[in-house]
């Protein structure tokens, strides 16, 4: 079945290339590249400026294009904040919300530097939040935390993009509202993955990236409350987020226009909607994709001297792994070498890393359009990299 | 350009590593002079010997005897010990001047940093920039 999704995507025609690192970036289906050069070549104009038809085409695209995404995730349209991504939605709520209201953020051990550094750039403390054997959040720990500091700010990652580890989300958003905290979901590499709707979860904030769910790049969005939204002051200035200008003053729109400052992606946003939509009628295949994570781990437990970091089975989207005795980025190397893209390094989780003691791990990451015949030749690349680098030959000659 | 040993020994290894038709065989001879790589001592292992830039960690050891250059070094990685390497059998046991009168446009020929993949910062960049600081500290001491 995922041989005929791969036909959706136009990369995969003229190559054999083996891609597992869509946790990094997922490949485009042609429908998204479709929609956005639609755009460009029959009503390319302005949003939300002018009285011309075009113009008029291009906004209503771009709400209707709001509207969609919304709704996937289970938000109403005037609460979705079009951003960068999550890194800039995730900037935007330390910068815009969390700086003026809250002294501490409280995260796990397993975020990923965007869901950490950001804090650290308004000068907040951060508090972590410890995991147990299976990289999992200790959830005794995390209640016993937020009882003692109570109207706290806490954000955590969905879904781990070094780990795969499918956090509790609806329980600690819950234990979070027990202590009358409010709490941030990085939705980075579960928008692909899992089904989710954000009134159910009853997040307050939830970011995604367009990008890492068949979107283009550079468009993402944030989900908050409007409550929430409304309260917030703008994060940067600019072309239709006013209402009224002066030298002296200036008023803002409501919510969301009020924090989407200049000109935005718009081709992106289009091509936002049509990669869910794709997203959307594919949805069925989700099992396959688990079934295949499932596979993978199976057959890379078959290797000799593999070292796996988790046995927890609340994991999706990607496994993480080293080859004891044998450097990550050698095997990264020769992989690449035999077509087959994965990332290695620390997936920029430096301190979970930390916590493992390791400087990095090999990574595989899926997406829909991902085969048994993808694993089976990345199974037999490795077998080659790691023949490679440990057969012991000793053979000094080579180096005169 | 002047023509010395140096330029002789980029030439040579550029030969060597055109050689292989099959790009796997060529990172088994890679492979081959890192493991071939003298041992470091774990006392040169310090931050001021670290290459920055590299995705692996790598220290490059620098010594002077009878006014020449010597190199050492020692990486986690192996593809990456066995690029020092080739740079170490470039640059080694040849004096300050000699080094600096290579242009490094010359190390082009080599192709070394499509050997490793690039992180946001070119390490191989990085190495043998390292070994010119060292080559002009010494020529300043002169």
């Avoid at chain 2, 070394?112 to 010494?138: C, F, H, V």
Wanted: net charge neutral; charged share 25%; with cysteine.
């Amino acid at each position: 079945m995922n041989t005929i999704i791969k036909k959706d995507f136009p990369f995969f025609n003229n190559n054999d290339i083996v891609y597992l690192d869509s946790a990094a970036t997922s490949q485009k289906p042609q429908i998204v590249l479709d929609k956005m050069q639609e755009y460009y070549t029959q009503y390319c104009a302005n949003t939300h400026r002018g009285e011309h038809e075009l113009g008029d085409k291009a906004t209503t695209e771009f709400e209707n294009s709001r509207d969609y995404i919304a709704k996937f995730i289970g938000a109403n349209t005037d609460e979705l904040v079009f951003t960068k991504g999550t890194t800039e939605a995730i900037n935007f709520v330390a910068s815009s919300f969390v700086k003026s209201r809250f002294t501490k953020v409280f995260l796990s051990e397993l975020e990923h530097h965007s869901n950490i550094v950001p804090w650290q750039l308004q000068g907040l403390e951060i508090v972590v939040l410890p995991l147990d054997k299976d990289l999992n959040i200790n959830l005794e720990e995390y209640e016993k935390l937020l009882r003692l500091n109570p109207k706290s700010f806490v954000s955590i990652t969905h879904v781990s993009n070094s780990f795969g580890i499918i956090n509790p989300i609806k329980k600690l958003i819950n234990i979070a509202h027990k202590y009358e905290c409010l709490i941030l979901i990085d939705g980075a590499q579960a928008l692909a993955h899992l089904r989710i709707d954000v009134k159910d979860l009853d997040a307050d904030f939830y970011a995604v990236s367009a990008h890492k769910a068949y979107g283009p790049t550079g468009i993402g969005a944030l989900y908050g409350k409007y409550a929430l939204l409304e309260s917030m002051s703008p994060y940067q200035g600019g072309g239709s987020m006013i209402t009224e200008v002066s030298f002296k003053k200036s008023s803002y729109l409501k919510p969301p226009l009020r924090f989407e400052a200049g000109t935005q992606a718009i081709a992106e946003v289009i091509g936002f909607k049509a990669a869910l939509k794709y997203l959307f009628t594919l949805k069925q295949t989700q099992k396959e994709e688990d079934i295949l994570l499932k596979y993978a781990k199976e057959k890379l437990q078959g290797l000799s001297r593999i070292q796996l970091y988790t046995q927890a089975e609340n994991v999706l989207g990607n496994i993480s792994f080293n080859i004891k005795g044998v450097h990550h980025n050698d095997i990264g190397i020769l992989l690449s070498k035999q077509s087959i893209m994965l990332r290695t390094g620390h997936h920029c989780a430096m301190p979970i890393m930390k916590k493992l003691g390791i400087k990095g791990t090999i990574r595989l990451s899926f997406a829909l359009y991902n085969t048994k015949e993808d694993i089976n030749k990345t199974i037999q690349a490795i077998q080659k990299a790691i023949h490679l680098l440990t057969k012991n030959k000793g053979d000094k000659s080579a180096s005169k | 350009m002047p023509q010395n040993k140096i330029s002789k020994e980029i030439k040579q290894l550029a030969d060597e590593l055109e050689l292989f038709d099959d790009v796997m065989d060529k990172y088994e001879y890679i492979i081959e002079l890192g493991r071939a790589l003298h041992v470091l001592n774990e006392k040169y292992k310090t931050t001021t010997n670290l290459v920055q830039g590299c995705q692996s960690q790598v220290w490059l050891h620098e010594y002077e005897k009878e006014g020449k250059l010597y190199f050492e070094a020692d990486s986690d990685a192996l593809i990456v010990k066995g690029l020092v390497q080739i740079l170490i059998r470039i640059y080694s046991a040849h004096s300050s001047k000699e080094i600096l009168d290579i242009n490094t446009a010359l190390l082009e020929e080599l192709h070394l940093s499509e050997i490793i993949s690039s992180g946001r910062q070119n390490g191989i960049a990085s190495m043998i920039q390292k070994i010119y600081t060292y080559a002009r500290q010494d020529n300043d001491k002169k």
